[in-house]
């Protein structure tokens, strides 16, 4: 089989005169790039190229449901998020995927890439295991992954020498029973977590608001997630922004009800987190604002969200939490669908979160369509990206991208994934880089 050529496509989108001047700027250092012109429209959707890409760059399959089919019978696989092995023996070499199905008997499953061979398999799959997230290589060389569901469990796989298979799987329950979506590990082995859940409106049984916290769980031990102390982020300031500070311990059992009876503050929704030098990112997803309920009588409910998805920055050194991406501040607000006469292309339900090689914020939508942006780090004096620009968007009219992902080793590729396509076995891991010549050594 050798489809990565064929599936090769130079994206020939007209260069966006408006942003050119700003590329120069340099954001996306060796990945730079002219941004897109707007949002790809479903109606340009080439399962072949299903990425709208800035001009130069090139997109492949990294490993699809034509490789893998964990998941027979037309049912999405659903690849959710992406890491190598970013430490220790042939780091680089291998990549790691979590697949979100739920409510499949087959249950949920980790599975791995060997991207010097092409080879695929499952390394974990359990029927107890359902709607599988984030996931994270961590600095002392095992892997962690966790479930989305409410009380979600966190898991640790420590792997064989050959790393493409497991030796022991752990339960993490002192890292905290959430809904778990982004993990990232600070330099003191802390690892930081969010509770995927609309704190503000939906809550704890009735009360709000509940839920929706960001948490820090600090070892005991470095490296050790079996016992430590989880706290949760309390913010002195309206709307989730202001001055911070870790409160607890709680009860890592039920560390949604925990952290809000310990003053935690709930957002509407975070899912994905990234650290990058002394501040944690985190997407609150928070849309779409114009979500509607029937009611009846001809009434229609308003969903209460106050913006279409924002990123907050914690400052890890003095606390401070700040608007980092906001619609209508520092990147357009989005505007119906494309096609639509009044179509604006904007800021979206913003999902999964990674570092670009020259430490950029990259910022993925959960929408149709699913827009990748990059995002400076270089704040004004409130805390707000002085440059945020539209790299690429998904074509798919049924899928959302996830999983962007720069591995260490690579600052030429980003990887991404496209979820719950459109296409029958359209699921799978890809690249985009702008490299010539061979993308991978087993094309
Ligand atoms: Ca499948
Ligand atoms: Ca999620
Ligand atoms: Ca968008
Ligand atoms: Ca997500």
């Known amino acids: 089989m050798n489809h990565f050529k064929l599936k090769a496509c130079v994206a020939t989108v007209a260069m966006a005169m408006a942003g050119a001047a700003m590329a120069d700027k340099g954001l996306g250092g060796p990945f730079h790039f002219k941004p897109i012109n707007e949002s790809a429209a479903s109606a340009d959707w080439d399962p072949s190229a299903p990425f709208k890409l800035p001009k130069g760059y090139k997109q492949f399959v990294v490993s699809d449901e034509t490789d893998l089919n964990i998941y027979d019978g037309g049912r999405d696989d659903w690849h959710d998020m992406n890491t190598v092995n970013e430490t220790g023996p042939m780091a680089g070499r291998f990549m790691y995927r979590t697949h979100e199905v739920r409510g499949v008997p087959e249950g ?92 503000r409106s939906q809550g704890c049984n009735g009360v709000v608001p509940c839920g929706g916290g960001i948490y820090k769980f600090v070892p005991d031990v470095y490296g050790d997630l079996s016992s430590g102390a989880l706290y949760v982020l309390k913010v002195n300031g309206a709307d989730g922004v202001g001055q911070g500070e870790w409160v607890g311990p709680i009860d890592p059992m039920t560390a949604r009800t925990a952290g809000t009876a310990a003053g935690g503050q709930s957002y509407q929704r975070p899912e994905d987190i990234e650290i990058i030098a002394d501040k944690l990112y985190v997407a609150i997803t928070e849309g779409p604002r114009d ?24 400052d890890l050194n003095n606390m401070a939490v700040t608007n980092f991406v906001k619609p209508g501040v520092n990147v357009p607000v989005e505007i119906g669908r494309p096609g639509d006469a009044n179509f604006q292309t904007g800021f979206d339900s913003v999902d999964n979160l990674a570092e670009s090689p020259s430490g950029d914020l990259i910022m993925q939508e959960d929408n149709v369509p699913s827009d990748i942006w990059f995002a400076s780090t270089e704040t004004n004096e409130f805390g707000a ?47 985009i880089t702008r490299k010539h010549g061979k993308m991978f050594k087993f094309d």
């Open 385 to 431: 990206s002085e440059q945020v620009e539209l790299f690429a968007s998904l074509t798919d009219p049924g899928a959302e991208g996830t999983g962007v992902y720069f591995s260490p080793f690579d600052r030429h590729t980003l990887y991404v994934n496209v979820q719950h396509s459109a296409a029958q076995d359209g699921d799978g891991t890809w690249a």
């Open 108 to 199: 949920g499953a980790v599975s791995v890439v060997d991207l010097e061979t092409g080879e695929t398999r499952i390394l974990v799959q359990d029927v107890s295991y359902t709607a599988l997230d984030g996931i994270r290589w961590t600095p002392w060389g095992t892997l962690l992954f966790a479930e989305e569901t409410s009380g979600g469990r966190l898991f640790e796989i420590e792997l064989n020498a050959n790393l493409m298979t497991a030796a022991t799987v752990h339960d993490r329950p002192a890292v905290g029973r959430l809904a778990h979506e982004g993990i990232d590990i600070d330099s003191e082995g802390n690892v930081y977590v969010i509770d995927e859940h609309r704190g």
């Open 291 to 314: 979500a509607v309920t029937d009611i009846g009588s001809g009434e229609l409910e308003f969903d209460g969200e106050l913006y279409e998805g924002r990123v907050i920055a914690i």
